[in-house]
């Protein structure tokens, strides 16, 4: 696996039954708390494992910490936090390393391993299947505008809730179905790793934006005026791909190209399968997860349509 596709991991056989799976992520703090910050930026590093059909194995800490502002118990805090998500996912914290900097960031260098033949790919999605989503989005506008104390503190706890959960208990119910391609929803939003998935595929996907899980709260803040760094961006390198077949609001719009830290899995199934995966991830607790659409075949125009 290499960087044709703008897949979540690299993957690099080491003999016909093992294969590993390499990946990288760090992030700046989200919330204020120490702890959660290392829970959320771990939970979101280990994800691109899952989204390869893998088992996370072992974590490196990647840390910038300005020593000179905080004190050592802030970096313990947050280094306990990620240790709590990687021992939950069943990996071990093998070491790291740490700089000096003006502003916090951490995150994890991730090892797993996976099957040389049973691995997923953003690619593969078929003409039939249908789309399902793990997680609500709408992390990114909640936390910019809690900076501004318009968040209630129950939105912002369901939504730290959800950021804290790893993808581990979806990735297991995946693999009990013929998954034929897979992503995490992250910092590009949905709109851009659907786009992903789409392009790597050579199909077409047709999004119902009413079926898609959106934390509470995230509309209204975008209704308010409140956005994210990266919106903007974000739909810039999806805009001649993607068609609203419906008349949305400019601010309602937002929220496909909103940010994600630590989102859901993101998977193409069979459509025959796509039901039984629903009532299987509901019995198993991923409770928020729906199916947001289905794929159709490539053909002239946008490779996205939100309806």
Request: glycine residues 10%.
């Amino acid at each position: 696996m290499g960087f044709e596709t703008a897949d979540d991991a690299g993957i690099y056989r080491l003999t016909d039954e093992l294969a590993i799976i390499t990946t990288a992520d760090f992030i700046t703090p989200p919330v204020e708390d120490g702890y959660l910050y290392g829970q959320i930026a771990a939970a979101n590093a280990i994800s691109d494992v899952y989204a390869m059909g893998g088992r996370p194995v072992t974590c490196l800490n990647l840390v910038s910490f300005p020593s000179k502002k905080l004190g050592p118990e802030i970096l313990h805090q947050i280094i306990s936090g990620a240790l709590s998500k990687i021992t939950e996912a069943g990996a071990v914290l093998a070491g790291g390393h740490s700089i000096e900097d003006d502003e916090p960031k951490f995150g994890l260098a991730v090892t797993g391993t996976v099957h040389p033949e049973k691995y997923w790919t953003n690619g593969g999605a078929l003409p039939g299947d249908v789309l399902v989503l793990t997680k609500p989005i709408g992390s990114g506008v909640l936390f910019n505008a809690n900076l501004k104390k318009w968040v209630s503190p129950a939105a912002l706890d369901a939504c730290v809730d959800t950021l804290i959960t790893l993808n581990k208990t979806a990735a297991e119910v995946l693999q009990e179905f013929k998954v034929h391609a897979v992503t995490d929803v992250t910092g590009f939003g949905l709109a851009g790793h659907g786009f992903e998935m789409a392009k790597a595929s050579n199909v077409k996907f047709s999004i119902d934006l009413e079926t898609v899980p959106i934390m509470t709260e995230s509309l209204e803040m975008y209704r308010r005026g409140m956005s994210t760094g990266v919106n903007a961006f974000n739909r810039k390198i999806v805009e001649k791909y993607l068609h609203f077949e419906k008349d949305l609001p400019a601010w309602h719009q937002e929220i496909v190209f909103d940010p994600q830290t630590s989102g859901g899995l993101l998977a193409a199934v069979s459509g025959a399968q796509g039901q039984p995966l629903l009532d299987k991830l509901h019995a198993k607790g991923v409770l928020q997860a729906r199916i947001i659409g289905r794929v159709d075949p490539s053909e002239d125009g946008p490779l996205i349509r939100i309806h």
